[in-house]
C-alpha cells in the first residue's frame, strides 16, 4: 500500500523558514516523480513543485521560486520542501503528492498545515 | 500558464440525481502525436486529501464507482455524477498535466439538495 506521511508544518513568522518531509513506503520511491502541493484556506490546490525521479530536473511554480527547493533521498525514501523567506501567502495544507504516468497526482499523503503569522 | 476554469462554483443536488461539472481550459489539452488528453479529476472530501477520479480525461481510476463518468476534448470537459449519493459530498478539482506548472480549476462544491 502506497503511503506518503508529511511531517515539518507548524507555526512561523512572515521571512521565517520551514523544512518540510514526507516519508514514502509502499512502492520504489526512485522510480517516481514527485511533487508537493497546497491548498490555502478559501482557495483552491496549488501545486507547488515536483521533482524528476533521479533529482536531475525540479520544477517550481512562479510564486515560490528562489524561496522554496524541493529535494530528495532516494536511499531512505524521503521527499523534502526547504522554504524559506515566508509570507502570509504561503499559509497553506502542504501535499506530498507520488506522480502517476504521465503527470496526474496519484497518491496524495494527509497533509501537513503550514501558518505563516506574527 | 493554462487556466482552468469550472462552473458552477457550487450546486445542490437531491440525492439520486444527477450532477454534473463543467471544466475549461485557456489552451488544447489535446496532444496530438499519442492522441491523449491530458485532464485529471479529483475529489476532496471535507477534512481529506484530494483522491483521484479520472486521469487522461475520461479513464477512471481503479476503485472508483461506476456512477462517475468524465468526457471532453480539446478544452472543454465534463464531469459526471449520476445518481447522487451522501458521500459524494465534496468539492471537485479539474486539473491539467499538459504543461507546467501543472493548474487546477478553482474547484465545484457539490452538495445534498
Known amino acids: 500500500e502506497v503511503q506518503l506521511v508529511e511531517s515539518g508544518g507548524g507555526v512561523v513568522q512572515p521571512a521565517g523558514s520551514l523544512r518540510l518531509s514526507c516519508a514514502a513506503s509502499?512502492?520504489?520511491?526512485?522510480?517516481?516523480?514527485m511533487s508537493w502541493a497546497r491548498h490555502a484556506p478559501g482557495r483552491g490546490l496549488e501545486w507547488v513543485a515536483n521533482?524528476?525521479?533521479?533529482?536531475?530536473?525540479?520544477n517550481y511554480v512562479d510564486s515560490v521560486k528562489g524561496r522554496f527547493t524541493i529535494s530528495r533521498d532516494n536511499a531512505r525514501n524521503l521527499l523534502s520542501l526547504q522554504m524559506s523567506a515566508l509570507r502570509a501567502e504561503d499559509t497553506a495544507v502542504y501535499y506530498c503528492?507520488?506522480?502517476?504516468?504521465?503527470?496526474?497526482?496519484?497518491?496524495w499523503g494527509q497533509g501537513t498545515p503550514v501558518i505563516v503569522s506574527s | 500558464d493554462i487556466v482552468m476554469t469550472q462552473f458552477p462554483d457550487s450546486l445542490a443536488v437531491s440525492l439520486g440525481e444527477r450532477a454534473t461539472i463543467n471544466c475549461k481550459s485557456s489552451?488544447?489539452?489535446?496532444?496530438?502525436?499519442?492522441?491523449?488528453?491530458?485532464l485529471a479529476w479529483y475529489q476532496q472530501r471535507p477534512g481529506q486529501p484530494p483522491k483521484l477520479l479520472v486521469y487522461?480525461?475520461?479513464t477512471r481510476e481503479s476503485g472508483v464507482p461506476d456512477r462517475f463518468s468524465a468526457s471532453g476534448s480539446g478544452t472543454h470537459f465534463t464531469l459526471t455524477i449520476s445518481g447522487l449519493q451522501a458521500e459524494d459530498v465534496a468539492v471537485y478539482y479539474c486539473?491539467?498535466?499538459?504543461?507546467?506548472?501543472?493548474?487546477f480549476g478553482q474547484g465545484t462544491r457539490v452538495e445534498i439538495k
Open positions: 503528492v507520488r506522480v502517476v504516468g504521465s503527470g496526474w497526482f496519484g497518491y
Open positions: 509502499g512502492f520504489i520511491f526512485g522510480d517516481h516523480w
Open positions: 521533482i524528476k525521479e533521479d533529482a536531475t530536473e525540479k
Open positions: 489552451q488544447s489539452l489535446y496532444y496530438r502525436s499519442n492522441n491523449r488528453t491530458y
Open positions: 487522461w480525461a475520461s
Open positions: 486539473q491539467q498535466y499538459y504543461s507546467t506548472p501543472q493548474t
